[in-house]
């Protein structure tokens, strides 16, 4: 995931709609105030559970067949926490109690997948599959 670009491209994105005077002619009179809820969470890209699948299997070493079990657990955890992020407010309690769930089911199936000891491998490796991610 190339969270730094993303990141940055956020940030742009959030100074333009604030109004930031980087991005916008001071206005001789303030825009009238609208209550607007809170902004809904960014959803996680579509190509992150290629793009982690695909570095889990370089860095781990996995078979095929392990890849692509991979890839479907992680295409239904993508799929899952956006869903969430559309039903719950952004930095809400929900959403995070939501996506934690979310979670512990995914990493249960990733460990079923790989067996406990590749398992163990993986969370020793979370900093080596994270760099080769931002490597794709």
């Known amino acids: 995931m190339h969270s730094a670009r993303f990141s940055t491209l956020v940030l742009a994105l959030g100074l333009a709609a604030s109004g ?5 002619k001071r206005a001789k009179a303030p825009a009238p105030v609208t209550e607007v809820g809170p902004a809904p969470a960014a959803p996680t890209p579509v190509t992150a559970a290629r793009d982690l699948a695909d ?8 078979a095929p067949n392990q890849t692509g079990r991979i890839r479907t657990v992680l295409n239904g955890t993508v799929e899952q926490a ?16 939501a996506l934690k769930r979310i979670n512990i089911t995914s990493q ?14 993986f969370k020793a490796k979370q900093a080596q599959v994270q760099a080769e991610m931002a490597r794709q």
């Open 20 to 24: 930031c005077s980087v991005f916008h």
């Open 55 to 62: 570095a889990m299997a370089t860095v781990l070493k996995l």
């Open 82 to 97: 956006n869903a969430a992020k559309q039903q719950h407010p952004a930095q809400s309690p929900e959403l995070a109690a």
């Open 108 to 121: 249960a199936e990733l460990q079923k997948i790989m067996g406990p000891a590749k398992y163990r491998e």
